[in-house]
């Protein structure tokens, strides 16, 4: 299983931006997600997730800016990502939890222009 991500790129501050991931198979179990990202020079970290029964919760910085979803009864979500700052230039990265191990996707790059 591969986590295919899509959207991304360049904006200025103050822009929106989506992000989308699928798996590269159907997979009949639903799974908790979530995304991450990776500065230069930082540590990976969680800023959404979205658990089985689509609960969620943000990192403390994105909380009111990033919206988690996911499509109905699938493994593919999606981050909605408003009032774009620079400091949230990062590569992005989709994460899904499955039962014996966690799958990433390729990671996708998110620079925001001042």
């Known amino acids: 299983v591969q986590l295919v991500q899509s959207g991304g790129g360049t904006v200025q501050a103050g822009g929106s931006l989506k992000l989308s991931c699928a798996p590269s198979?159907?997979?009949?179990?639903?799974?908790?997600m979530a995304w991450y990202r990776q500065a230069p020079g930082k540590q990976r970290e969680k800023v959404a997730f979205?658990?089985?029964?689509?609960?969620?919760n943000y990192e403390d910085s994105v909380k009111g800016r990033f919206t988690i979803s996911r499509d109905d009864g699938k493994n593919t979500v999606h981050l909605q990502i408003k009032s774009l700052k620079p400091e949230d230039t990062a590569v992005y990265y989709c994460?899904?939890?499955?039962?014996?191990?966690?799958?990433w996707g390729q990671g996708t790059q998110v620079a925001v222009s001042s």
């Open positions: 979205i658990g089985i029964t689509d609960t969620t």
């Open positions: 994460c899904m939890y499955g039962l014996n191990r966690v799958y």
């Open positions: 198979v159907i997979i009949s179990v639903l799974n908790a």
